[in-house]
């Protein structure tokens, strides 16, 4: 008797010390089982509580089960892209409940969760920058951008040529929708261009561009994760994260010990809503565009924050609370973030719909031709070629600010968001430029 309480006591010893997401394995799988039956009995709170709890659950569920997957985890992106992927698919499938969908919708597009996840990364990432090491990089970044589309042009091209599509339709159609910086900010205004250009409907470019940038979509997440794997095995590549190659350059910032607390937290959390809110005052009302381009909010946040840091501003003890705050965001509703995306902005059926031998095979090229241009060029002017390649090449191939959080999760290095949303923000508008140029050579 005393022997089978000794074993029963350490099989719930055992069971305890089993934990997902830092919580014990019992009670973790207690609190999903009431959440899901919430959700399939449509009682679920239709508020961000509600929100949070099913999208924390799912997140938990998908990414623990990818994070062990093998190959998976190694090459397509971990617990991340299972969590988008799988979200995904159960709303295509018809197994989550409509209102459960409008409850996690409502709480990524109304509440605008995702602006906060974004702003936090984009504080905490740029201030931790040495500021001499950021001027260096603003510097050279858009040339890189530049040379990831001439190199999306080129092997597009070749693409195009191996499956039978001319090189005009090939950059028109299929580069200019894919390396624009995603869809709102995108593939919609490019579509007006398109429209005034040509005097066609703008809808014959975006039924075409949407899936399309979809495909790229999801090659630039597998090559992400494929860009880590090499990180891994050739070292020299990759800064693991940091973006510029810095041995040679006496660019140190003075080391400041400071012990962060829950003060340097709140502060964290209010510079990265002040900075967000002064960049909304000023893309929306005092400089909403730049030469007829329209500047995004996240354009001018990653400005602002970067000016703040290159004059040094910001206390030292603040920077650490806002470094503190993004690795809390990035650590611990990454995969929360992913269930949202995938609920909220992606189409499976869609994505199914598109997937011809053609598309595919233009797409990863394209896609691959970005990696390509943007890892030499980056290596030229003192990136690291990894990071150039992620950032510069594949976060402007995908869609945008979902895009880049995909993408920066399989490759697994979140403290690029700054210049990922350099890309998708700037680039997108830089590329805008481009296609009023192309529409009009080519129509």
């Not at 006591?9 to 394995?25: D, E, F, Q, T, W």
């Not at 099913?54 to 397509?76: A, K």
């Not at 095995?233 to 040679?248: D, F, I, M, Q, Y």
């Not at 973030?337 to 199914?352: C, F, K, N, Q, R």
Request: charged share 10%.
């Amino acid at each position: 008797m005393v022997n089978q309480e000794k074993i029963q006591s350490k099989n719930a010893i055992g069971m305890n010390s089993l934990k997902v997401y830092g919580i014990p394995l019992p009670l973790f799988a207690f609190f999903a089982v009431a959440v899901i039956a919430a959700s399939l009995t449509d009682v679920l709170p239709g508020n961000i509580v509600g929100a949070l709890g099913i999208t924390l659950v799912l997140g938990v569920i998908f990414g623990e089960i990818g994070d062990r997957i093998p190959i998976w985890n190694e090459y397509v992106g971990g617990g991340a892209i299972l969590a988008f992927l799988g979200s995904a698919y159960l709303v295509y499938a018809g197994i989550m409940p409509e209102k459960t969908i409008d409850t996690i919708s409502g709480f990524i597009e109304s509440t605008n969760f995702l602006n906060l996840f974004i702003s936090v990364l984009i504080t905490g990432s740029i201030l931790s920058v040495n500021r001499k090491l950021l001027v260096r990089a603003l510097a050279g970044y858009i040339p890189t951008i530049i040379f990831g589309v001439l190199g999306a042009m080129i092997l597009g091209t070749i693409g195009g040529l191996i499956t039978g599509i001319s090189p005009r339709e090939v950059i028109t159609m299929y580069v200019l929708p894919i390396m624009g910086g995603g869809t709102g900010a995108g593939a919609l205004p490019m579509s007006e261009i398109y429209a005034s250009t040509t005097g066609n409907d703008p809808s014959n470019f975006l039924s075409f561009a949407f899936p399309i940038l979809t495909i790229a979509n999801i090659v630039a997440i597998i090559v992400a994760a494929l860009l880590n794997k090499l990180g891994e095995k050739r070292t020299e590549l990759t800064g693991n994260g940091e973006l510029v190659r810095s041995k040679n350059i006496d660019a140190q910032d003075a080391k400041v010990d400071v012990k962060v607390t829950n003060h340097e937290l709140g502060a964290g959390l209010l510079l990265s809503t002040g900075f967000f809110i002064l960049a909304t005052l000023v893309s929306k009302k005092i400089l909403p565009s730049i030469f007829g381009v329209q500047i995004h909010t996240f354009a001018y946040m990653v400005l602002f924050v970067s000016l703040f840091n290159a004059l040094n501003l910001i206390p030292e003890e603040l920077k650490q609370g806002a470094k503190k705050l993004q690795s809390f965001f990035s650590g611990r509703f990454l995969w929360v973030i992913m269930i949202g995306v995938g609920v909220a902005y992606t189409d499976l059926g869609e994505i199914i719909a598109a997937l011809t031998v053609q598309n595919v095979i233009v797409a990863a090229f394209i896609v691959v031709g970005a990696t390509i241009g943007t890892a030499l060029f980056g290596y030229v002017v003192g990136f690291f070629p990894i990071e150039s390649a992620i950032t510069a090449g594949l976060c402007m191939a995908n869609r945008g600010g979902s895009g880049d959080l995909a993408v920066l999760g399989a490759a697994k290095r979140m403290d690029l968001i700054s210049w990922a949303q350099i890309s998708s923000r700037l680039g997108g508008g830089i590329m805008l430029v481009i296609a009023s140029i192309v529409f009009g050579l080519f129509y």
